[in-house]
């Protein structure tokens, strides 16, 4: 089964602007939605956005997600120190009978 | 308000099994299909199993083709994993998700002598 690609480690100051990546194929992002995860250390992943850029309600708006092609990003705003976390982003993939597939997850450090 | 709570994770032999349970509410349970998805210790996420909304289709990731079930009870809204011939590196936290995208908390499976 296939794997979604994201960077090892991403890293900014509090009040920064910070972009994840997520690069997939024709099979997965490419015709399905993305979601993205936070998983604070030590607890279970969070659903952070869904459907490429919808959030959860009562999620802040400082977290947005997008979606171009075969590619999606995570953009956090206002980076604040209780956001550093590990991040995954997720889509279906259409093919072998259908299957989530995942990125590695990137490792965010605040500064 | 979507609630996935796994049971059933615990420390078994190799070569053991075990039955994981995952019970829902505050959806419509019937509307979606079902997966289990897994994280070893200190490790990125990996997808198990699947299992449409009826049970007519099932799905598994090879490294547990031929010894996980995957099957659920609409009635009591609920979905299962059967673990058999577990394995060292089937230890993990197991996470039940509605297929598009809400999570549980997870259980702990250790597989160890």
């Known amino acids: 089964q296939s794997m979604l690609t994201q960077p090892p480690s991403a890293s900014g100051t509090p009040g920064q602007r910070v972009t994840i990546s997520c690069s997939g194929s024709s099979s997965n992002i490419g015709k399905n939605t993305v979601n993205w995860y936070q998983q604070l250390p030590g607890t279970a992943p969070r659903l952070l956005i869904y459907?490429?850029?919808q959030r959860p309600s009562g999620d802040p708006d400082r977290f947005s997600g997008s979606k171009s092609g075969t590619s999606a990003s995570l953009a956090i705003s206002g980076l604040q120190s209780e956001d550093e976390a590990d991040y995954y982003c997720a889509a279906w993939d259409d093919s072998l009978n259908g299957h989530w597939v995942f990125g590695g997850g990137t490792k965010l450090t605040v500064l | 308000q979507v609630q996935l709570v796994e049971s059933g994770g615990g420390l078994v032999k190799p070569g053991g099994s075990l039955r994981l349970s995952c019970a829902a509410s505050g959806f419509t349970f019937t509307d979606y299909y079902m997966s289990w998805i897994r994280q070893a210790p200190g490790k990125g996420l990996e997808w198990v199993s699947y299992?449409?909304?009826?049970?007519?289709?099932?799905n598994y990731a090879d490294s547990v083709k031929g010894r996980f079930t995957i099957s659920r009870d609409n009635a009591k809204n609920s979905v299962y994993l059967h673990m058999n011939s577990l394995r060292a590196e089937d230890t993990a936290v197991y996470y039940c998700a509605r297929n598009d995208g809400y999570w549980g908390q997870g259980t702990l499976v250790t597989v160890s002598s």
């Open positions: 459907s490429n850029n």
């Open positions: 299992i449409s909304d009826s049970s007519t289709f099932t």
